[in-house]
């Protein structure tokens, strides 16, 4: 109760459809078998990813079904039509369940699959039913050769009796006797209103009248026989359905405890379903199960604190805490409205929660280990029964936990030492502390009290964690810091908010020096820490910001590298092809050569062909020399571009030699080459500059 827990339950509750999903909801306890805990979790967790996955679970009905199964139970017991049709849905849901679980989802959902595996689905419970009831319910005619016979009769007896009514109604509306035209049953006798004053005028029975009296409802002399003999036949009918219901009903009695077990399964999925349900609300998760004591919780949330902040739109801080077997026992200080019961009953209901099979609003890296006990003492536990005090009631509990306390127990102590005299409390409950550790016991405990956060990190096994407060807006941060304790705030709180400065002055001059300038050491390091710690969270951003402008760089040089290659290997490629074209032609010219040669009977002729193949391989030689000295050129000047002056350094183009561009004439240039001016085209030069090596 005083974590809460029963809070849960009650929403837990809401989602469940079944009377028993609602009782198992209700009756959550705490485990201690972790193998238990284990597959509550896994079946809760197996769900959760059905509904995220969208896949359907084919436990839609709900039904609710003692009455149906306990009469299956009694001898003697008669099922309606529409109770056995409730039990045929019952054994459908099981089929489609069993039909649900094929090879891969009992691989897949073992833990759901755990459910029904002591259990199996008989078809001859819906094929008993089926051979009795209709769709909805109703006995088919043909249930028994009794059934269809007084059926076919009473189908006889009442198209006579239709056929033998509508001829006295026709007389009747003739004589102007009928005061409604349409048929009417009183007492299971077909009769027709006719008006008061000319029901003497008609034979047969009088049934009753309207309430204004003006109409008679009357039974013609003509129809009474064949009205006798339809009933007659309907209460026949009615005792073979009866007598039909009854040996169905025994027959599925066979087949009770398969049946009872079916309902159990389908409140036991129900009850699976609404644990899902309440941990997508709650963003719940499957912690790490571990078999010793331990705490491990990463962004861990309480629960009730989320839902209620996320229906306001307001945001919940998480809380990161461990306790192992070397750090068991955290105590937390900080001013009040900090958060420090908060954080207690947070990891308090989680455990709760986590040992009862609930899903947990942690990240799923947490590991958390299954406890024999947790022992709770929050608030004022004052009794008026037992005439206790406050403090008195605190040392009872106290008492108990240091007695019972041992390894496998995790505790939580909130404000221990309230309620007495400080400085006599303050030893108590360090004397509390130290036996508590000396059980190896895991808790939290909240204090103000200085001699606690002194003693917290010299006592093996105790550790110091505070809560963060932000000293200039006098606003809790409700982030819990692990290693050092926290400062109440006192003065700069009376300070803020106005108090005089000689109240103030008065009050530190009653506190204990040592005590003052600790409490002051303490809320100078905590603010310290929250500029380190914000300083931190910059550097990390600058740290991954550089990360990702390193990987965008790498990227870019990568392409480029690779473009750069592309274009080289092209390159290489195009000039191989110009190569081979040109080696090509000069086969092929040769070739020419050679029969023009052979076909040559002067020697003029034959003079001519020598010319022609010196002038073919002068070329071949010119073409190599040139490409030399471009390539001399391309290495040491660069093309500028832009519009030649005189001055500049130009490239002949024709020739690939670069000079000084001393005139220009018209479209005519005069280049210096060396000592040597020449005439060129204007058109044939390009401006260029040397390479500076680098």
Same mark, same amino acid.
């Given at each position: 109760m005083q974590l809460e827990f029963d809070k849960v339950q009650q929403l837990l509750m809401e989602h469940c459809k079944t009377e028993l999903g609602k009782q198992m909801a209700k009756d959550l306890r705490l485990h201690t078998h972790i193998d238990y805990v284990k597959t509550a979790l896994q079946q809760a967790h197996e769900y959760k990813q059905l509904t995220l996955l969208q896949e359907h679970?084919?436990?839609?009905?709900?039904?609710?079904?003692?009455?149906?199964?306990?009469?299956?139970?009694?001898?003697?017991?008669?099922?309606?039509?529409?109770?056995?049709?409730?039990?045929?849905?019952?054994?459908?849901?099981?089929?489609?369940?069993?039909?649900?679980?094929?090879?891969?989802?009992?691989?897949?959902?073992?833990?759901?699959?755990?459910?029904?595996?002591?259990?199996?689905?008989?078809?001859?419970?819906?094929?008993?039913?089926?051979?009795?009831?209709?769709?909805?319910?109703?006995?088919?005619?043909?249930?028994?050769?009794?059934?269809?016979?007084?059926?076919?009769?009473?189908?006889? /007896?009442?198209?006579?009796?239709r056929r033998v009514f509508e001829r006295v109604m026709q007389k009747l509306q003739k004589a102007n006797y009928l005061a409604d035209q349409g048929e009417a049953f009183l007492n299971g006798r077909r009769v027709v209103a006719i008006y008061a004053e000319n029901k003497r005028m008609v034979k047969g029975i009088i049934h009753g009248e309207s309430d204004t009296g003006k109409t008679t409802f009357l039974e013609p002399d003509e129809t009474i026989e064949l009205n006798n003999d339809v009933q007659s036949l309907e209460r026949e009918e009615n005792r073979e359905v009866y007598r039909i219901l009854r040996q169905l009903t025994a027959k599925l009695n066979g087949y009770?405890?398969?049946?009872?077990?079916?309902?159990?399964?389908?409140?036991?999925? &129900?009850?699976?379903?609404? /644990?899902?349900?309440?941990?997508?609300?709650?963003?719940?998760?499957?912690?790490?199960?571990?078999?010793?004591?331990?705490?491990?919780?990463?962004?861990?949330?309480?629960?009730?604190?989320?839902?209620?902040?996320r229906k306001n739109s307001k945001p919940t801080v998480p809380v990161n805490i461990t306790l192992d077997k070397d750090n068991h026992i955290l105590v937390i200080s900080g001013p009040n409205a900090g958060g420090k019961t908060v954080t207690l009953k947070t990891v308090g209901l989680l455990q709760l929660m986590v040992q009862s099979g609930l899903l947990v609003p942690v990240h799923p890296t947490s590991q958390m280990g299954i406890f024999k006990q947790i022992m709770i003492h929050i608030g004022d536990t004052q009794s008026l029964e037992f005439e206790l005090s406050t403090y008195s009631s605190h040392l009872k509990n106290m008492k108990y936990f240091m007695?019972?306390?041992?390894?496998?127990?995790?505790?939580?102590?909130?404000?221990?030492?309230?309620?007495?005299?400080?400085?006599?409390?303050?030893?108590?409950?360090?004397?509390?502390?130290?036996?508590?550790?000396? /059980?190896?016991?895991?808790?939290?405990?909240?204090?103000?009290?200085?001699?606690?956060?002194?003693?917290?990190?010299?006592?093996?096994?105790?550790?110091?964690?505070?809560?963060?407060?932000?000293?200039?807006?006098?606003?809790?941060?409700?982030?819990?810091?692990?290693?050092?304790?926290?400062?109440?705030?006192?003065?700069?709180?009376?300070?803020?908010?106005?108090?005089?400065?000689?109240?103030?002055?008065?009050?530190?001059?009653?506190?204990?020096?040592?005590?003052?300038?600790?409490?002051?050491?303490?809320?100078?390091?905590?603010? &310290?820490?929250?500029?380190?710690?914000?300083?931190?969270?910059?550097?990390?951003?600058l740290i991954k910001e550089n990360e990702r402008l390193k990987r965008e760089y790498e990227e870019l040089s990568d392409k480029e590298r690779k473009?750069?290659?592309?274009?080289?290997?092209?390159?290489?490629?195009?000039?191989?092809?110009?190569?081979?074209?040109?080696?090509?032609?000069?086969?092929? /010219?040769?070739?020419?050569?050679?029969?023009?040669?052979?076909?040559?009977?002067?020697?003029?002729?034959?003079?001519?062909?020598?010319?022609?193949?010196?002038?073919?391989?002068?070329?071949?030689?010119?073409?190599?020399?040139?490409?030399?000295?471009?390539?001399?050129?391309?290495?040491?000047?660069?093309?500028?571009?832009?519009?030649?002056?005189?001055? &500049?350094?130009?490239?002949?183009?024709?020739?690939?030699?670069?000079?000084?561009?001393?005139?220009?004439? &018209?479209?005519?240039?005069?280049?210096?080459?060396?000592k040597v001016p020449i005439n060129v085209k204007l058109s044939d030069l390009v401006v260029v500059e040397e390479k500076v090596s680098e």
């Open positions: 679970f084919p436990n839609d009905f709900v039904l609710n079904l003692k009455t149906e199964l306990k009469l299956l139970s009694i001898q003697g017991a008669v099922l309606t039509g529409e109770q056995a049709l409730q039990i045929r849905k019952l054994a459908e849901s099981m089929h489609a369940i069993t039909r649900f679980f094929d090879h891969d989802r009992k691989v897949q959902y073992v833990a759901l699959h755990e459910v029904i595996k002591e259990t199996y689905y008989e078809k001859k419970i819906t094929a008993l039913i089926d051979e009795v009831l209709d769709e909805v319910g109703q006995v088919k005619d043909n249930a028994s050769p009794e059934l269809a016979k007084i059926r076919m009769s009473l189908f006889r /007896k009442r198209t006579e009796l009770s405890d398969l049946l009872n077990s079916y309902h159990d399964v389908l409140g036991i999925y &129900d009850f699976i379903r609404a /644990k899902a349900k309440l941990a997508l609300d709650m963003d719940g998760n499957y912690p790490a199960l571990v078999p010793h004591a331990q705490v491990h919780l990463v962004q861990a949330y309480h629960p009730l604190l989320l839902l209620y902040n007695e019972n306390a041992n390894g496998r127990t995790l505790f939580f102590i909130d404000e221990l030492g309230s309620g007495s005299d400080p400085n006599l409390g303050g030893a108590f409950a360090e004397v509390i502390m130290e036996e508590l550790a000396k /059980k190896h016991a895991f808790g939290i405990v909240t204090t103000h009290y200085l001699n606690l956060k002194v003693m917290a990190n010299k006592v093996k096994g105790i550790i110091n964690g505070a809560m963060g407060f932000d000293e200039e807006t006098l606003m809790p941060l409700y982030k819990l810091l692990i290693g050092k304790p926290g400062s109440s705030y006192t003065f700069s709180i009376a300070q803020r908010i106005g108090l005089h400065p000689s109240l103030i002055a008065r009050a530190r001059k009653l506190v204990d020096e040592g005590h003052f300038k600790l409490d002051k050491l303490l809320n100078k390091a905590e603010q &310290d820490l929250q500029k380190v710690e914000a300083e931190k969270k910059d550097l990390q951003k473009n750069q290659q592309i274009t080289f290997l092209k390159l290489q490629n195009k000039i191989k092809e110009d190569d081979l074209q040109y080696l090509k032609d000069m086969e092929r /010219k040769l070739k020419q050569i050679v029969v023009e040669w052979k076909r040559a009977e002067k020697n003029d002729e034959r003079e001519k062909v020598m010319k022609a193949a010196e002038i073919l391989l002068f070329r071949r030689r010119e073409k190599q020399i040139n490409e030399k000295i471009d390539k001399k050129v391309q290495d040491k000047f660069r093309e500028v571009g832009g519009e030649v002056q005189v001055g &500049d350094q130009v490239k002949i183009l024709s020739n690939r030699q670069v000079g000084k561009l001393i005139e220009i004439r &018209d479209k005519r240039a005069i280049v210096q080459l060396g």
